[in-house]
T-cell receptor, first 115, second 114 residues
Framework: KAGVTQTPRYLIKTRGQQVTLSCSPISGHRSVSWYQQTPGQGLQFLFEYFSETQRNKGNFPGRFSGRQFSNSRSEMNVSTLELGDSALYLC??????????????FGSGTRLTVV | DQQVKQNSPSLSVQEGRISILNCDYTNSMFDYFLWYKKYPAEGPTFLISISSIKDKNEDGRFTVFLNKSAKHLSLHIVPSQPGDSAVYFCAATKGLNAGNMLTFGGGTRLMVKP
């Protein structure tokens, strides 16, 4: 079966712009989580969506938002980009949540560079 | 405040020897722990996990040990192979069946020399 698909793979944006990243989960998976990976902070949880509802939220400013559609595809949006938002953004999907260890599958990520 | 810490940013091991990667946590509410392996330009892939009701879980060359009193877990890879060279992340969560987030450590880069 197809894995978790994230688009685009690479993105360069200018400070102050906004960006939208997309994640298509594995077919049948209803939970989609987003993580930010930076060299200094490691992998940090952004938010989780389940059945179109945000179920968990990490400690990020309101500039970071997301949504999930009825087909479980998810998007995350970052407004008013800052240089520090440059990171690898990873999406993970599962049937129900992070506790389903083997079924919690990550995509390859979107590398965002803010200049 | 980092709730999950991997204090060794890198580890170099000879092929065939044992690799031991360590992880410490501070939140006593964590009850499920996972190890992920990550290659550059790829997402993390699940390696092995352990519930807080156990102190050891083994899967082939990989064994995870959990010491709850010390809030410490370790991943043993025996024997180490060059293909094991990657960044290893430990992660923790509260609740095996709930839709909870993973809290990751900062990662340890393992280099296995032929």
């Amino acid at each position: 079966k197809a894995g978790v698909t994230q688009t685009p793979r690479y993105l360069i944006k200018t400070r102050g712009q906004q960006v939208t990243l997309s994640c298509s989960p594995i077919s049948g998976h209803r939970s989609v989580s987003w993580y930010q990976q930076t060299p200094g902070q490691g992998l940090q949880f952004l938010f989780e969506y389940f059945s179109e509802t945000q179920r968990n939220k990490g400690n990020f400013p309101g500039r970071f938002s997301g949504r999930q559609f009825s087909n479980s595809r998810s998007e995350m949006n970052v407004s008013t980009l800052e240089l520090g938002d440059s990171a690898l953004y990873l999406c993970a999907s599962s049937l129900a949540g992070a506790g389903q260890a083997k079924g919690y599958t990550f995509g390859s990520g979107t590398r965002l560079t803010v200049v | 405040d980092q709730q999950v810490k991997q204090n060794s940013p890198s580890l170099s091991v000879q092929e065939g020897r044992i690799s031991i990667l360590n992880c410490d946590y501070t939140n006593s509410m964590f009850d499920y722990f996972l190890w992920y392996k990550k290659y550059p330009a790829e997402g993390p892939t699940f390696l092995i996990s352990i519930s807080s009701i156990k102190d050891k879980n083994e899967d082939g060359r990989f064994t995870v040990f959990l010491n709850k009193s010390a809030k410490h877990l370790s991943l043993h890879i025996v024997p180490s192979q060059p293909g094991d060279s990657a960044v290893y992340f430990c992660a923790a969560t509260k609740g095996l069946n709930a839709g909870n987030m993973l809290t990751f450590g900062g990662g340890t880069r393992l280099m296995v020399k032929p």
